[in-house]
Structures are given as C-alpha cells and as structure tokens.
C-alpha cells in the first residue's frame, strides 16, 4: 500500500482524469479523491443533466439557441447525502435520469455544441478555483484545465470498456452485451472526432490503460505519480 501520510503537507492541486466510456473513470476518480481528502467532480454528470433537461424540454441536439435559454435558467449542482454523491438540477434529483441508453447517445451529441461547452466551462472553472478537486471528464485535461497540477487519461481496450458497461447498464436497461458495444463504438467515434474539444489525451498527461489492472492498481499508481 503507497503511503500518502506526507501528502497532508502538500499545496491542494487540481487534478484531471480524462478518457473514453468505460474505461474505469468513475471509480478510479472517486477513490483517487477519497485517498486525498479531495473534492470529486463528475463532469460527464454536469453534460449528462444538460441533455436530459434539453431531452425533456423536446429541444433538438442541434437548437443552439434553445440550448442557451436552457443553460442560462439551470442551477445544477452536487449534493452529498445517505445515498452518495447526487446531482441536482434546481430542487429535483436527476441522478437516476441521466444514465439511460438514450440520455447517453443525446448527451454525445449535445456536448459537441458550443453553447453547452461554454456555459459549463466557467461552471467547472468556478469549481476548481478552491483546488483540492479531482476532475474527471473527457476535456478535462486539454480544454478546462489546460493548466492543472497533474493529468491522466485512463485508457482500455474496447473490449474490457463494453464488458464494463454491459455489467453496468444490463439489468437496468436489459441492452446485449452486442448492443453495448455498438453503442459504446459509436460514441468514440463521436467524440473523438467533433470539431470543437475532441477526445484526446493532453500532451503533459500520464495515460494508464487499465485493461489488466484493477482500480486499486491504478489509484496507487497514480499516488505514487502524484
């Protein structure tokens, strides 16, 4: 076990996690913040609950300018209660909306809008100015956070990442391992290749592919880096 006892005399840093669907963020994240004493920031959440209140609203990925109405009424934050870290958006509890099939395929098309990246973009600037925060996204590294302390992007093969979410996703939405996998191809193609912010590590990252490690391998990794 890596012993962190003298990271209690460290400067509080801002740390980003980026990478694909799949490929262990989450829970890497919020253990890597646990092992610190950080703050836990899960952006896709913040993109997620953008596209379901969008979906709800009957706007279409591409209505810019419904997009910006939308984010300039919103007020979403993270709460911390018995049941964990929820996101909220004004006073409803949105967490469990936002991890559905079609929320997930919606929200890759609405995070490539420009009006969506900059609304969020100063709230998770604003997020991080108090540093001690561990950030994990997609952009976290190259785009928000050009600047952060430390970077990583956590990377599997796309076999392990579809194995991942089809363990996740299949006895709540009843998806194939088939369809996941689909699903999971065409939403890296999809973010890997829109115009504005594509996924990609960030030069100064340390990528780990975590295809045949295990989370606890790859937080004490990234404390022995830290």
């Not at 958006?89 to 009006?115: C, H, K, L, Y």
């Not at 997609?138 to 928000?144: E, F, K, L, N, S």
């Not at 709540?172 to 115009?195: A, F, H, I, P």
């Not at 295809?211 to 022995?224: D, G, I, R």
């Amino acid at each position: 076990m890596f012993d962190f006892g003298y990271l209690s005399y460290m400067k509080y840093i801002v740390i980003t996690i980026d990478g694909p669907a799949g490929a262990g963020k989450t829970t890497v994240s919020r253990m890597l913040a646990d092992r610190l004493s950080y703050k836990y920031i899960d952006t896709g959440a913040l993109y997620r609950g953008i596209a379901f209140e969008a979906k709800s609203a009957g706007l279409a990925y591409d209505d810019d300018a419904g997009l910006e109405t939308l984010c300039s009424a919103l007020n979403m934050k993270f709460v911390r209660n018995e049941n964990g870290t929820r996101l909220l958006s004004g006073q409803s509890d949105i967490t469990d909306n936002i991890r559905t099939p079609e929320i997930t395929m919606f929200t890759s098309a609405v995070s490539a809008r420009p009006v969506v990246r900059k609304y969020l973009l100063d709230v998770q600037r604003n997020m991080g100015r108090e540093k001690g925060v561990v950030f994990e996204g997609r952009d976290m590294g190259t785009v928000v956070f050009p600047d952060a302390d430390v970077k990583f992007f956590l990377d599997a093969s796309v076999r392990t990442r579809a194995l991942r979410r089809y363990k996740e996703l299949a006895h709540e939405t009843g998806q194939t391992y088939k369809k996941v996998e689909e699903d999971l191809n065409q939403r890296d193609k999809n973010d890997s290749t829109r115009t504005m912010a594509p996924l990609k590590p960030a030069e100064d990252a340390v990528i780990i592919n975590s295809t045949e490690h295990s989370a606890e391998e790859v937080v004490e990794f990234m404390l022995s880096h830290i």
